[in-house]
């Protein structure tokens, strides 16, 4: 009969569609970040460029701008107005865009703790 009892609750168990793997070290409470536009649209290398978005760090440094396949880190975090956030208000950050990027149209994606945002298209100039 207790084999019988054990077989049940672990066919129970299995059916509440859990994996089995604990996934509680994953950050959940960071949601995905979301570019709205970097101003300007295009330049070159060395040129400071600032992302509106939402979802950024207001620690500066968790902030990682990939353009392409290079990075850089957010040198400076604020909160503005803009229609174009649900809650009236969005997050800019700003960047230097580094020497080494490669020249062209490249995608622009913004990497808070770990969590990628959308990409959108930036245009690096020729120096």
């Known amino acids: 009969m207790r084999k019988y009892f054990i077989g049940i609750i672990l066919l129970l168990l299995s059916a509440c569609g859990g994996s089995g793997t604990d996934n509680s070290f994953l ?23 600032q992302i509106q978005g939402v979802g950024f760090s207001p620690v500066v440094n968790e902030n990682v701008i990939l353009v392409g396949g290079t990075s850089s880190t957010a040198a400076s975090f604020s909160l503005v107005a803009s229609p174009a956030a649900a809650s009236g208000a969005s997050d800019q950050i700003s960047f230097v865009l ?14 808070v703790a770990e969590n990628p945002s959308n990409a959108i298209t930036f245009t690096v100039e020729t120096p």
């Open 27 to 49: 950050n959940t409470d960071s949601p995905q970040p979301l570019v709205i536009a970097a101003v300007p649209a295009s330049a070159k290398p060395g040129a400071t460029i």
């Open 98 to 111: 580094p020497s080494q990027v490669q020249v062209g149209q490249s995608k622009l994606t913004v990497l």
